[in-house]
């Protein structure tokens, strides 16, 4: 099994023609997802790579059959096409767009709760990936292979950098939630399907400095999590008030700081890692013994 993403997803992409639209739509393809069409208003009855272009998601959704969109839509018309998507009732909308005003992203999360069909991922991440299965957005589908372990992530390169350490055992899903301060699908609504995922048998789950994601999310473990879990906090260095890569990633006093979110992951028995390796090494010990 895997969560949201499997071999009968079929995925849409808002904004298929333009450059990294096309140039990622091939990888997916690439990879064995599959991608059954386009949506470009401008642009609808052309094709890339026969892949055909509608003209709204409805039309696409209408004429494919698709259950997922990935968005690579410019920052200021990434709110639009959310709600486009939002009123087309597609399950999963997959946004990698990175620069999003925050207002923008309060809107349409607000409007995807309002609606209660579509579960948003990111925007400003790099998607979500059930390796030799599917994969929806930028993550490279060539690192790992398909296992029992599940990934969620604020970071990109640190969830390909996971992948890749622990390819030999292998991930029943990835997903890559982003860094902005409000995102759509939370460490928390990742850790609860893996938990309810009976082919998901251990988490890997990797923060970074700034809000309170991970702390809320050591609570929800305490509460509901029966399966191993374990943790890395990007950010041990991060000195204080400056933002670090991500819009979200910056401390306040003593708020957000790695310290902290690895002592409320440790008080609830996550193992945390203090450095990415590390933090590999400690779930290769729980799924093999070594």
Same mark, same amino acid.
């Given at each position: 099994?895997?969560?949201?993403?499997?071999?009968?997803?079929?995925?849409?992409?808002?904004?298929?023609?333009?450059?990294?639209?096309?140039?990622?739509?091939?990888?997916?393809?690439?990879?064995?997802?599959?991608?059954?069409?386009?949506?470009?208003?401008?642009?609808?009855?052309?094709?890339?790579?026969?892949?055909?272009?509608?003209?709204?998601?409805?039309?696409?959704?209408?004429?494919?059959?698709?259950?997922?969109?990935?968005?690579?839509?410019?920052?200021?018309?990434?709110?639009?096409?959310? @709600?486009?998507?939002? #009123? %087309?009732?597609?399950?999963? =909308?997959?946004? &990698?767009?990175?620069? !999003?005003?925050?207002?923008?992203?309060?809107?349409?999360?607000?409007?995807?709760?309002?609606?209660?069909?579509?579960?948003?991922?990111?925007?400003?991440?790099?998607?979500?990936?059930?390796?030799?299965?599917?994969?929806?957005?930028?993550?490279?589908?060539?690192?790992?292979?398909?296992?029992?372990?599940?990934?969620?992530?604020?970071?990109?390169?640190?969830?390909?950098?996971?992948?890749?350490?622990?390819?030999?055992?292998?991930?029943?899903?990835?997903?890559?939630?982003?860094?902005?301060?409000?995102?759509?699908?939370?460490?928390?609504?990742?850790?609860?399907?893996?938990?309810?995922?009976?082919?998901?048998?251990?988490?890997?789950?990797?923060? @970074?400095?700034?809000? #309170? %994601?991970?702390?809320?999310? =050591?609570?929800? &473990?305490?509460?509901? !999590?029966?399966?191993?879990?374990?943790?890395?906090?990007?950010?041990?260095?991060?000195?204080?008030?400056?933002?670090?890569?991500?819009?979200?990633?910056?401390?306040?006093?003593?708020?957000?700081?790695?310290?902290?979110?690895?002592?409320?992951?440790?008080?609830?028995?996550?193992?945390?890692?203090?450095?990415?390796?590390?933090?590999?090494?400690?779930?290769?010990?729980?799924?093999?013994?070594?």
């Amino acid at each position: 099994m895997a969560i949201w993403l499997d071999e009968n997803s079929k995925i849409i992409v808002q904004g298929m023609t333009g450059s990294e639209g096309t140039k990622h739509t091939r990888r997916m393809v690439a990879s064995g997802a599959q991608v059954v069409g386009g949506v470009n208003a401008k642009k609808a009855g052309e094709d890339v790579d026969g892949i055909p272009v509608f003209g709204t998601v409805a039309d696409a959704m209408a004429q494919t059959g698709a259950n997922v969109s990935v968005l690579f839509v410019p920052p200021r018309f990434t709110k639009d096409a959310v @709600e486009e998507a939002v #009123d %087309a009732a597609i399950p999963l =909308a997959v946004i &990698i767009t990175e620069g !999003v005003p925050v207002h923008d992203t309060a809107k349409f999360f607000q409007y995807a709760q309002n609606s209660g069909t579509t579960r948003l991922i990111g925007p400003n991440c790099p998607g979500i990936i059930s390796p030799g299965k599917s994969n929806a957005g930028i993550i490279p589908a060539d690192i790992t292979q398909a296992g029992r372990i599940g990934l969620v992530s604020k970071s990109g390169t640190l969830t390909y950098q996971m992948m890749y350490e622990l390819r030999d055992i292998g991930f029943s899903t990835c997903v890559g939630i982003g860094g902005d301060p409000i995102i759509g699908t939370t460490h928390i609504d990742c850790l609860a399907a893996f938990q309810d995922d009976p082919e998901t048998d251990a988490i890997v789950m990797i923060g @970074e400095i700034g809000g #309170d %994601a991970e702390e809320r999310a =050591a609570a929800f &473990i305490a509460d509901n !999590v029966t399966k191993p879990v374990v943790g890395y906090v990007a950010g041990f260095t991060a000195p204080e008030g400056k933002t670090m890569g991500h819009a979200g990633a910056i401390v306040s006093g003593s708020a957000g700081t790695a310290a902290a979110k690895q002592e409320a992951l440790e008080a609830v028995g996550v193992k945390v890692g203090k450095t990415p390796s590390a933090t590999a090494a400690l779930m290769r010990e729980i799924m093999t013994g070594a």
